[in-house]
């Protein structure tokens, strides 16, 4: 929803470098048509939203520009590009279209065949207007002149500033529209796909299909694994669907629906075999053989390989047990140095910069909580940092209060997955190249001392701090498997498998402890009881927190959780901070939305807290 909200703006941007046009307001299709058709008249004329049909085919094109007896046809996408990428589009040697441009541009080819359909004779060029990622922002606060706002029917829409101007879009530009003619008519060549069709092949299977309301047949592959229809018992039982049942029933005769949607080859962690596997019609976990991962012991803790193989090996054997290395984790922990610090980020990416001298896309970081351990157990949580004001970039005060929480001491920090220590990499090249922070250096040394550094954000010499930070999803990769996590490593699963299997967790965290008198210190809870149990299982404590969004199911928050994926592990978040930068708000909303934030984030960093107490009391 984030980077939806960007693309309007991006798509509002866009008239202004396509400027004089005529907006196609209304959603009805005969209207629109008539609309365009009447505008198409004209020899001149810049069309945006314009209607095009061709027997069954219908398309709304962002901007059609007609010009010079030709017909150009602009699609805006708020996906970023690099202008000195020479093959853009193409997998080396040009033989192939890239994997994540070919949803772009067949959407671009399709526009194109139902033009040329639709007006036979004229010329039709095709452009993707994309994002500059290596464009500076000449504009101060012009994220803010493209509001996006919801009309009476709940409509999403732009709201531009009037105080947009003409030098504010006279500097560089931030999107550019690049030909893809020749992409088109590689994809109109191309050969039949797996189900024997090629372009006009497929546009007639699902126009006919979608007209006629009559089902695709689908196809098993690994992208089933993201499947958004997941409906739980409670859903089912009150008529909702499963997705994958809905696919897969048609396809597995003698499958029932609870081994359909039970594990299967696609739950193996991190596996780049599952295709093979689906050919080869082994779906089952019990299909699974040792031989089919590449098993190579390599120093301390579980390698990848052996990792996957224990979590089929796990199922094989009806084993729930979790494995803990205990000589493997005590080698790790006799290393750390109390007090020991939890900390997680909060960021975000905006589409159009908001400040002078800003990239597209350039990470914010807005948010951290900070969980202290000290050496005799005792757990607080210590601070936070959240900036949402509208406009301001935040990331070098981020820093500055990060460097003050941390630098009392040289206790080890610790991270789960490695966005922290990409982000602080990012905020250091900001500094780099920022001529007016007065504490730079400081700013400079203190990120050095924390983090490793990561070549393929900076391009300075390589640095590792002596307090660089630990990652705790590495220790849990190495060290630590529950079954009930069915192979994520997401702290949202690993969490509540740890606390079911904690006596230690269990027992301390079931009193109303925490943010009490006398219990562990919170800056966003009162009185909290984080174990509380349902049918003699805990329930995740990620489910007792206030939704961050009151008008969005927290299944689909939690669809925006479910893999290590780093966008994905702050979506909600990053949803949360797009939308009180972008849409209008009253402040019960925008206050509503922080404190929910501020708990969110707490509970991050809590989390890790638990995990380590339970470590450590089994260790």
């Known amino acids: ?126 452009y993707l207007m994309l994002v500059d990622k290596t464009a500076i922002c000449d504009t101060d606060g012009l994220n ?167 979590q089929v090996e796990k199922f094989q054997k009806h084993d729930s047990d979790v494995y803990f290395d205990h000589e493997g984790l005590m080698a790790e922990m006799s290393k750390w140095r109390f007090p020991l610090h939890f900390i997680d980020f909060e960021t975000s990416m905006a589409a159009l910069p908001f400040h002078k001298g800003r990239h597209p896309y350039e990470g914010i970081a807005f948010q951290f909580s900070h969980h202290q351990v000290s050496e005799n157990g005792k757990v607080e949580h210590k601070d936070e940092y959240l900036n949402t004001n509208q406009g301001e970039f935040p990331n070098y005060d981020f820093v500055r ?24 990499n990012h905020i250091h090249s900001q500094l780099l190249a920022d001529s007016s922070v007065g504490d730079k250096a400081e700013l400079l040394d203190f990120i050095q001392s924390i983090t490793k550094s990561k070549s393929d954000v900076v391009k300075e010499k390589a640095w590792e701090g002596k307090r660089a930070m630990v990652d705790m999803l590495e220790l849990v990769k190495k060290y630590f498997y529950a079954p009930d996590t069915n192979g994520s490593n997401s702290i949202k699963y690993v969490l509540p498998a740890t606390l079911q299997r904690s006596e230690f967790l269990k027992n301390k965290y079931a009193k109303a402890i925490y943010g009490a008198a006398g219990g562990i210190p919170s800056l966003n809870f009162k009185d909290m009881t984080w174990v509380q149990l349902k049918d003699g299982r805990v329930l995740d404590p990620y489910s007792l927190l206030p939704p961050v969004f009151a008008d969005i199911d927290p299944k689909a928050i939690n669809l925006l959780s479910n893999e290590d994926d780093e966008l994905k592990e702050g979506g909600a978040a990053m949803t949360a901070y797009a939308r009180l930068q972008f849409e209008q708000m009253g402040p019960e909303e925008k206050g509503a939305i922080k404190r929910a934030l501020l708990k969110y984030c707490e509970l991050d960093t809590l989390a890790m807290v638990m995990l380590y107490e339970a470590w450590a009391n089994w260790a």
């Open 401 to 424: 209060a990060l460097k003050k929480s941390l630098s009392a001491d040289e206790g080890t920090i610790f991270r789960y997955a490695s966005h922290e220590n990409t982000f602080l």
């Open 144 to 310: 803010q002149k493209f509001m996006v706002k919801k009309d009476a029917s709940g409509r999403k829409g732009i709201q531009v500033s009037a105080s947009l101007s003409f030098a504010d879009l006279k500097g560089p530009k931030l999107l550019h529209a690049i030909n893809v003619d020749g992409e088109c008519a590689f994809l109109y060549s191309e050969a039949a796909d797996e189900r024997g069709l090629d372009f006009e092949g497929r546009v007639k299977l699902f126009s006919e299909s979608y007209e006629n309301d009559k089902k695709i047949m689908p196809l098993i592959s690994k992208a089933c694994r993201g499947c958004e229809f997941v409906a739980t018992p409670e859903d089912l039982a009150q008529g909702l669907k499963n997705g994958r049942v809905e696919c897969w029933k048609s396809l597995l005769k003698g499958w029932s629906d609870d081994e359909i949607m039970g594990p299967t080859v696609l739950d193996i962690w991190n596996y780049r075999g599952k295709d093979k596997l689906i050919e080869e019609q082994r779906l089952r976990l019990t299909d699974v053989t040792k031989d089919d991962f590449k098993i190579k012991p390599d120093g301390p803790g579980l390698t990848q390989s052996e990792r996957q193989w224990l």
């Open 1 to 126: 929803m984030a980077l939806a909200d960007g693309g309007y703006q991006v798509g509002e941007l866009a008239k202004y470098y396509l400027p004089g046009g005529t907006q196609i307001e209304t959603p009805d299709y005969e209207q629109a048509l008539k609309e365009t058709s009447v505008l198409l008249q004209k020899d001149e004329v810049v069309i945006y939203e314009a209607a095009l049909s061709f027997g069954n085919l219908f398309v709304r094109v962002d901007i059609l520009k007609k010009s010079g007896g030709r017909i150009e046809i602009y699609e805006v996408k708020s996906k970023t590009f690099d202008p000195s990428e020479k093959s853009l589009f193409w997998k080396k040697g040009n033989a192939d279209l890239l994997a994540n441009w070919r949803p772009y541009l067949e959407d671009v080819a399709f526009q194109k065949h139902v033009a040329t359909c639709a007006m036979p004779g004229v010329p039709v060029l095709t």
